[in-house]
């Protein structure tokens, strides 16, 4: 056979259509995605960059195919980032920018998802629209289940999901309602309910949009059509620069380039070989595509099973099933039901529509959901190579683990064939995630028992088990040994004994979660046991005993009911204020539609600079090393390379110090942490800058020590200065009173910021007096202009930073962001060229740090009814290699750490440990998400001992008049109280509490649980010049006014915030007033928007400077009081008055000296409540968040769509740092959890089912604008409602187990913990390693 471009001959051109545009590539190179040829090729950014491997959505693009043959056209979801653009040929892309744009008309889901507040940073909402959009193409009146189904992929890091659902159901068809009329009321009865309180639930109004009209849509390309229906099919060839694509015609063809490149990867989906090349460095010369090929697309009905071609994707494979099943009698579609069950959760939507049945069953991956069922099933493959065809079981390939030469390197997977279950085959599956959806197993199971007929006794028993070796596990000498048995309770132990002992799961073994997925293995068998145990009744109730309902309930899915969510604020305004006055109002983010459209800027969307270079940088590989060489000579070589930058090439400041410990842009001798940069690479592309950047040779020489926990820190003494301390009372004495003592230690865990832009700058040398131009992502100009300035030796006046916006940043984007700017900037002075520095997911996590994890080791003292009279407590937060803001964050934890409660005496201290791990950063909340927990777990731990109520000992600890704090600062706590009162109301907290005990009652296995917690959080930045703030607002002669402040847009809608407030002071419409950029040349030495201050302070900045233009406007607007906003603009031009002014704030009179403990470090209190219910299922770990009621003070809001969309996103943000964020590092100090696929933030399934967020009315702020309060991270804290809902539900297994003693919880409460907190006979059997015998996969930081 002859291969058109192999030997030589001219590569094909890719023919594909971009919104409804014809490309024709003549240069595709297989390597390139669809992501970076749509951003860097076609200037198509609306597409966006957040993981690279198909775990976040952010990239998400409709691809429709045509199959000339049944005329047939296919419309899909699909992540470009994982699909090749040789792939492509023939098809047609559809991007955000191709439905709709500011400039012709903006498509029904663009403006639903921005009117109803679904954005905020922005960054996620192309990806969220198009998932959407694929959706409604497929289903103009889709079902809420098939929208949670296609946005399951798609994370978003910033709104809570809420408003985006509430977007993307305005197009369903079903009534939004519970459809129960059972207590007189539904749940759309709402507002009929509220009527007369003066407050509103209605956010955006749906009259205003535009009807979906599928006539608008694009058609598939004509163009297309012909040419599939015309070209005759032959082999297709790109070549790119070191990779070639072939995609042959048909299966002969196949057959014979298997033969020749029978190493070469058959790639389909992409979805297993491309995060391979991309992540692991894995390179193919050659690839095969065999999707075109009809055999391995057949989807065949016969008489015994069914045939599925091995190029089908997940989603075609699901909707075969479901047709089979619709159509053949139950007793033969037991496979295919348990295959659908695993498929509803495997990956998300667009995964599934580009991933192939072949593709997941030949990777032979340990965490395949489809194997262990295939397998089980004894589903057959039909092979094919140039030898000829042959037939074998699946079962074969696991034989004797993933390197078994079952299968031939030169073997193609033609097809499978599913077969009929049996009638007394009884089969099933299980698999338990870290997060419910979109989510790889931790571990899962397929399990099939057929018995004698009319009996009990075991005929043939299969068992695979998923997640516990290298790939898919038979567990065959435990179900051989068991044939013949009953299915009775001694064959249950008996196989529970044996299966351990079968599998062998050391105590090293890669994933961690020994112990956990030990139990999981018999927790799965055991529900396997119940199961068919209810299936035998069923079948013959006289002969085989009931389940108990008690112990059945374990078998179903969570059960779910219409989701309902509310948000109450105060209705509109006061009745003097004039309908243009937007303040109060919930108006749409200012950018919303633009973040809809993909029309909104971020920073690696500004548009390539001529001559531009690539950064990419190499890090440490280790946690404590001399630099012995750096070799940096084979990367010089390397293609596109233009120079190496290292420490050498810093013209000034290489070390930045804040504190005792420097900041440090390169190492130089040294490393002290992995990830630490130690120099970087700059080419012509990002391709090559990476490439080339794999080839640099770093030769270290190991230091000791290595800190890497906090317990080595306390043993090395290792600590950043200074440390806090905080005292009142007489602890020591306190402590003889007291009729109780407890002392403890809580590990809570760090959190990654995970904002969904990953950090980037561009820097632009102007050529001129050394200026420069850098646009970041940061928080923080200023700051940037600052070290940019000082790493360069220049004055600051030469570096203008600029922002536009950010797609996030949690706190994420200060310090680091200025490191990287500078990194970035060295190589722009070196170079002399405009320099690009993008950080991929897995080096952003891997560089920049995050939450801190915090130690917290306590004694407390309490008398039996409940009140605490002593507490001392050491904190400890892990800061990683530098000080950053830890110091900041170690007084945080100490100055709100008494959350809600009076401590009358009190004793705490806090130390950063100075460790070996990438340095911690600010994150939401500054450290009182980590102390304010721990409060709470001793109120419920006093609650266990004492026997009463954790909301009793709430109660009765809760400040309830004005007093002083430990820092004598006053709190007058009645909006706390009042906040607790109507959540407790709202929350109807004692019913359901009363219900989830009646509930825990019947049900053994599953479990509910309740909590309420109260909220304090202390508004301010402790000194006050860190709280001024400055606005510049011009007015231009056609009346238009462009406003600028020291803000930073990163989706809290701070713009659209100060828009109103210039509108309000101007009088003038919004519309008539334009934010463009934050910049160091409008607005200087502003400080960074965090701690929930911008808005305060640069809302008084901006009110400042409108009241002066005002103030110099009066004498023309009271000449002439019946003119236009424009005749008084022209009027003073001609009277030559200035139409610019600065406007500015000093900040806050707050202090704390920390040498007496004493101070007014706060301005005020934001103040809350929050009750969440949950249930959890006891043998797996699993949970659901049933329902959350949040009441939360926040002033008069200034705007309450945005700021419920705040409350909300922080509140999920919490529920991730709370029950599934978690942080792994190696005993060695490598991070693990380097990209969506291992560290799992909230998505869609995570969002309470019942949600209501209430404003507390009647609530003024006399210390900021318009009586309005900072709400950007109070929420955070609330999430943990849901952990101590989960700590009740854990509670309740314990007292019924008679379970004795009290115990303690860790965050976060994964489904690992949840699990073995609930002790059974299965964690009892599942064998516990000595902690010495054995080297961990993780540790705990
Ligand atoms: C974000 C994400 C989430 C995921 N979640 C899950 C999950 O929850 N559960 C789960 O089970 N899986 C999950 N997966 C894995 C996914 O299902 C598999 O990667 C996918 O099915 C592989 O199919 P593909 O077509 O993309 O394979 P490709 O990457 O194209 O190829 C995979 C491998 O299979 C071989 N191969 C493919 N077809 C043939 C054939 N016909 N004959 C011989 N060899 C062949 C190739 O040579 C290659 O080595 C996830 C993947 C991603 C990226
Ligand atoms: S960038 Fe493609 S899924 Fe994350
Ligand atoms: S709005 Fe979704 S990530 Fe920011």
């Known amino acids: 056979?002859?291969?058109?471009?192999?030997?030589?001959?001219?590569?094909?051109?890719?023919?594909?259509?971009?919104?409804?545009?014809?490309?024709?590539?003549?240069?595709?190179?297989?390597?390139?995605?669809?992501?970076?040829?749509?951003?860097?090729?076609?200037?198509?950014?609306?597409?966006?960059?957040?993981?690279?491997?198909?775990?976040?959505?952010?990239?998400?693009?409709?691809?429709?195919?045509?199959?000339?043959?049944?005329?047939?056209?296919?419309?899909?979801?699909?992540?470009?980032?994982?699909?090749?653009?040789?792939?492509?040929?023939?098809?047609?892309?559809?991007?955000?920018?191709?439905?709709?744009?500011?400039?012709?008309?903006?498509?029904?889901?663009?403006?639903?998802?921005?009117?109803?507040?679904?954005?905020?940073?922005?960054?996620?909402?192309?990806?969220?629209?198009?998932?959407?959009?694929?959706?409604?193409?497929?289903?103009?009146?889709?079902?809420?289940?098939?929208?949670?189904?296609?946005?399951?992929?798609?994370?978003?890091?910033?709104?809570?999901?809420?408003?985006?659902?509430?977007?993307?159901?305005?197009?369903?068809?079903?009534?939004?309602?519970?459809?129960?009329?059972?207590?007189?009321?539904?749940?759309?009865d709402q507002e009929d309910k509220l009527k007369g309180e003066k407050i509103s639930t209605k956010l955006f109004s749906a009259d205003e949009f535009q009807p979906l009209d599928p006539t608008q849509e694009f058609i598939f390309p004509p163009e297309l059509m012909t040419m599939a229906e015309n070209q005759p099919k032959r082999t297709l060839v790109f070549q790119g620069e070191r990779t070639t694509w072939i995609s042959p015609a048909s299966l002969k063809e196949l057959l014979e380039l298997k033969a020749k490149y029978p190493k070469a990867p058959l790639v389909v989906g992409n979805t297993s070989v491309g995060p391979e090349m991309k992540f692991k460095g894995v390179h193919h010369p050659v690839i095969i595509s065999p999707a075109r090929i009809l055999d391995l697309n057949v989807v065949r009905y016969t008489d015994n099973g069914l045939t599925l071609g091995a190029a089908c994707s997940l989603a075609v494979v699901k909707d075969a099933l479901t047709n089979t099943v619709s159509e053949l009698p139950g007793d033969k579609t037991k496979i295919f039901r348990v295959l659908l069950h695993q498929l509803k959760t495997l990956g998300g939507q667009q995964i599934r529509n580009i991933s192939s049945l072949g593709g997941n069953i030949m990777s032979r991956k340990s965490t395949s959901d489809l194997n262990p069922i295939l397998a089980v099933g004894n589903c057959t493959l039909n092979l094919a190579s140039r030898e000829g065809t042959r037939r074998i079981y699946l079962s074969d390939i696991f034989a004797n683990g993933v390197g078994n030469n079952t299968l031939m390197p030169e073997e193609v997977l033609v097809s499978v064939h599913i077969p009929h279950s049996r009638k007394g085959e009884f089969v099933s599956a299980f698999r338990q995630a870290q997060r419910q959806e979109n989510a790889l197993p931790i571990a899962n199971a397929g399990m099939r028992v057929l018995f004698a007929e009319g009996t009990d006794i075991i005929l043939d028993f299969g068992i695979f088990y998923g997640g516990i070796g290298s790939t898919t596990v038979c567990v065959k000498q435990t179900c051989q040994a068991l044939i013949g048995r009953h299915w009775n309770e001694q064959m249950l132990d008996e196989a529970c004994r044996l299966v351990l002992k079968e599998v062998s799961l050391p105590g090293s073994a890669p994933g961690g979660k020994v112990e956990y997925r030990r139990t999981l293995i018999v927790s799965f068998l055991f529900k396997f046991y119940l199961e068919v145990l209810q299936s035998l009744n069923r079948m013959d109730p006289h002969l085989y005993p009931e389940l108990a309902e008690k112990y059945g309930s374990v078998l179903q899915d969570f059960q779910s009911q219409m989701p309902q969510r509310e948000q109450i604020y105060q209705q509109e305004v006061n009745p003097e204020q004039l309908p243009r006055d937007p303040i109060g109002r919930p108006i749409m983010h200012q950018a919303g539609i633009k973040h809809a459209t993909g029309e909104a800027l971020y920073c690696d969307d500004i548009r390539a600079v001529d001559e531009e270079l690539f950064l990419a940088v190499i890090t440490s590989s280790r946690a404590h090393a001399k630099i012995v060489s750096i070799d940096t000579s084979e990367a010089l070589k390397a293609p596109g390379v233009f120079d190496i930058i290292t420490a050498q090439d810093v013209p000034a400041t290489n070390e930045f110090y804040y504190y005792s410990d420097p900041e440090i842009i390169f190492a130089k001798d040294k490393v002290i942490c992995v990830g630490q940069i130690v120099c970087g690479v700059v080419a012509d592309s990002d391709a090559h800058a990476k490439q080339a950047a794999a080839k640099v040779k770093i030769e270290y020489e190991d230091l000791e020590p290595v800190i890497l926990t906090v317990e080595e820190a306390i043993k090395h003494n290792s600590f950043f200065e200074p440390q806090r301390k905080l005292e009142q009372g007489n602890v020591d004495e306190a402590f003889e009173t007291v009729d109780q003592i407890f002392e403890g230690e809580i590990h809570i865990g760090g959190q990654e910021h995970f904002y969904m832009e990953t950090q980037c700058a561009l820097v632009v040398p102007k050529g001129e007096d050394k200026e420069m131009d850098v646009y970041v992502s940061t928080q923080h100009p200023a700051l940037i202009q600052e070290m940019v300035a000082s790493c360069l030796g220049v004055p600051a006046n030469r570096i203008m930073c600029h922002v536009k916006r950010i797609g996030g940043a949690f706190g994420g984007k200060v310090g680091k962001a200025g490191l990287l700017a500078s990194v970035a900037a060295v190589a722009a002075n070196k170079t002399g060229r405009a320099v690009r520095f993008i950080l991929d997911r897995g080096d952003d996590m891997l560089i920049t740090g995050g939450r801190h994890p915090l130690v917290g080791k306590y004694k407390v003292g309490f008398m039996n009814d409940g009140r605490i009279v002593a507490a001392d407590a050491k904190y400890y937060i892990n800061g990683g290699c530098t000080p950053d803001d830890s110091i900041l964050v170690a007084e945080v934890v100490l100055l709100k750490m008494d959350n809600a409660y009076k401590i009358p005496n009190l004793r705490c201290c806090s130390l950063a440990c100075k460790t070996n791990l990438p340095s911690n950063t600010g994150f939401r909340g500054f450290g009182f998400p980590q102390s304010g927990l721990i409060t709470e777990s001793w109120i419920t731990a006093i609650a266990a001992k004492s026997g009463l109520s954790p909301e009793k000992v709430r109660e009765i600890n809760m400040y309830k008049e004005t007093e002083q704090m430990c820092y004598t600062q006053e709190?007058?706590?009645?909006?706390?109280?009042?906040?607790?009162?109507?959540?407790?109301?709202?929350?109807?907290?004692?019913?359901?509490?009363?219900?989830?005990?009646?509930?825990?009652?019947?049900?053994?296995?599953?479990?509910?649980?309740?909590?309420?917690?109260?909220?304090?959080?202390?508004?301010?930045?402790?000194?006050?010049?860190?709280?001024?703030?400055?606005?510049?607002?011009?007015?231009?002669?056609?009346?238009?006014?462009?406003?600028?402040?020291?803000?930073?847009?990163?989706?809290?809608?701070?713009?659209?915030?100060?828009?109103?407030?210039?509108?309000?002071?101007?009088?003038?419409?919004?519309?008539?007033?334009?934010?463009?950029?934050?910049?160091?040349?409008?607005?200087?030495?502003?400080?960074?928007?965090?701690?929930?201050?911008?808005?305060?302070?640069?809302?008084?900045?901006?009110?400042?400077?409108?009241?002066?233009?005002?103030?110099?406007?009066?004498?023309?607007?009271?000449?002439?009081?019946?003119?236009?906003?424009?005749?008084?603009?022209?009027?003073?031009?001609?009277?030559?008055?200035?139409?610019?002014?600065?406007?500015?704030?000093?900040?806050?009179?707050?202090?704390?000296?920390?040498?007496?403990?004493?101070?007014?470090?706060?301005?005020?209190?934001?103040?809350?409540?929050?009750?969440?219910?949950?249930?959890?299922?006891?043998?797996?770990?699993?949970?659901?968040?049933?329902?959350?009621?949040?009441?939360?003070?926040?002033?008069?809001?200034?705007?309450?769509?945005?700021?419920?969309?705040?409350?909300?996103?922080?509140?999920?943000q919490g529920i991730g740092l709370y029950t599934m964020e978690e942080l792994k590092y190696s005993p060695e100090g490598v991070l693990y959890t380097r990209g969506p696929d291992q560290y799992k933030i909230p998505a869609i399934c995570d969002l309470p089912e019942q949600f209501s967020v209430s404003l507390l009315s009647s609530s003024q702020n006399p210390y900021a604008i318009y009586s309005s309060k900072g709400i950007g991270e109070a929420g955070m804290f609330l999430g943990c409602s849901v952990f101590f809902a989960i700590w009740d539900a854990v509670a309740a297994v314990w007292k019924e187990r008679g379970l004795t003693g009290t115990f303690t919880l860790n965050s976060p409460l994964t489904p690992e913990r949840i699990r073995m907190a609930c002790a059974d006979q299965f964690t009892e059997m599942s064998t516990k390693d000595e902690p010495e015998s054995f080297v961990p996969w993780a540790i705990s930081i």
Request: aromatic share 8%.
């Open 1 to 188: 056979m002859s291969l058109p471009a192999a030997g030589g001959a001219r590569p094909d051109e890719l023919i594909f259509c971009v919104n409804g545009r014809k490309i024709v590539e003549k240069n595709a190179d297989p390597e390139q995605m669809l992501l970076s040829y749509l951003r860097k090729r076609l200037r198509l950014t609306g597409t966006k960059y957040g993981c690279g491997g198909g775990g976040c959505g952010a990239c998400t693009v409709m691809i429709s195919t045509y199959e000339p043959a049944s005329k047939n056209i296919r419309h899909y979801s699909a992540n470009a980032c994982l699909l090749p653009i040789c792939s492509l040929h023939g098809v047609a892309v559809t991007t955000v920018e191709g439905i709709g744009c500011t400039k012709t008309r903006i498509h029904p889901v663009q403006e639903r998802l921005a009117k109803c507040h679904g954005s905020q940073c922005g960054f996620c909402t192309p990806g969220m629209v198009m998932s959407m959009y694929a959706l409604l193409r497929n289903h103009p009146e889709p079902s809420m289940e098939q929208i949670t189904a296609a946005l399951a992929g798609n994370l978003c890091r910033c709104t809570g999901y809420r408003p985006i659902l509430d977007g993307c159901k305005t197009f369903c068809k079903e009534p939004f309602c519970c459809q129960s009329k059972e207590n007189g009321n539904c749940c759309l």
């Open 971 to 1212: 709190l007058d706590p009645e909006n706390m109280v009042r906040c607790w009162n109507e959540c407790m109301e709202k929350s109807e907290y004692y019913s359901r509490k009363t219900a989830v005990e009646e509930f825990n009652k019947q049900n053994y296995w599953k479990k509910k649980g309740i909590a309420i917690i109260p909220m304090k959080f202390p508004f301010g930045l402790c000194t006050r010049f860190l709280s001024q703030a400055a606005a510049l607002v011009h007015i231009y002669m056609d009346g238009s006014v462009l406003l600028t402040h020291g803000g930073i847009e990163m989706g809290q809608g701070i713009h659209t915030k100060m828009i109103q407030v210039a509108s309000r002071e101007l009088k003038i419409p919004m519309s008539s007033i334009h934010f463009c950029e934050t910049s160091t040349t409008t607005v200087p030495n502003a400080y960074a928007s965090v701690a929930s201050a911008g808005t305060d302070v640069n809302g008084m900045a901006v009110k400042d400077a409108c009241q002066t233009l005002l103030k110099r406007l009066e004498p023309i607007i009271s000449k002439n009081p019946k003119g236009t906003w424009n005749d008084w603009v022209k009027e003073a031009f001609e009277q030559s008055i200035n139409l610019s002014a600065t406007g500015y704030f000093r900040g806050y009179e707050t202090n704390m000296d920390w040498e007496k403990g004493e101070g007014h470090p706060f301005t005020y209190f934001i103040f809350g409540a929050a009750c969440s219910e949950v249930e959890i299922d006891c043998l797996t770990g699993n949970h659901k968040n049933i329902r959350t009621d949040i009441v939360i003070d926040i002033g008069c809001s200034i705007n309450p769509a945005v700021d419920i969309g705040q409350i909300e996103g922080a509140f999920v």
